[in-house]
């Protein structure tokens, strides 16, 4: 068996560290010259059986919430399933009242009077969960 002899290695060159991350103030002109593109208001359908109180408060809730939130960035489509009931198949309806945010994706879905806030938040997506 033969040992194969290492020769010494040539001292390497060290990297001098880098400088730390700059911080802008302001952007620079190029950029700020561009116009902003306005954001996408959010779609949300509610799905409803009647006008029962359930159904009413959901409504009442949802709207305070996004006005809350959302500051006018909101579509709320509201589909009453006595009226148009295979609307409920296409969504998998199981439950209502129900909320269903189609955009901006992923479609997210929340049953429910929706007067909890703290769900809502973590529920459509705007809070991450705890």
């Known amino acids: 068996m033969k040992i194969k002899k290492l020769k010494p290695r040539a001292p390497t060159r060290t990297i001098p560290p880098r400088p730390a991350a700059r911080t802008f103030l302001r952007a620079p002109a190029r950029l700020a010259a561009r116009p902003r593109p306005a954001a996408k208001p959010w779609q949300l359908r509610l799905y409803v059986v009647d006008s029962t ?13 996004c006005e809350t939130h959302l500051k006018g960035l909101y579509r709320i489509t509201i589909v009453d399933l006595l009226k148009q009931p295979e609307l409920a198949r ?4 199981l439950a209502t009242p129900t909320v269903i945010r189609r955009l901006p994706k992923p479609v997210r879905t929340i049953i429910g009077s929706l007067s909890n806030n703290e769900h809502l938040l973590v529920g459509l997506d705007l809070r991450p969960a705890v």
Do not use: M, R
């Not at 109180?53 to 919430?65: E, R, Y």
């Not at 296409?90 to 309806?93: A, E, F, L, M, T």
């Open 90 to 93: 296409g969504d998998q309806i």
């Open 53 to 65: 109180p359930k159904s009413l408060a959901a409504l009442a809730n949802l709207k305070q919430f």
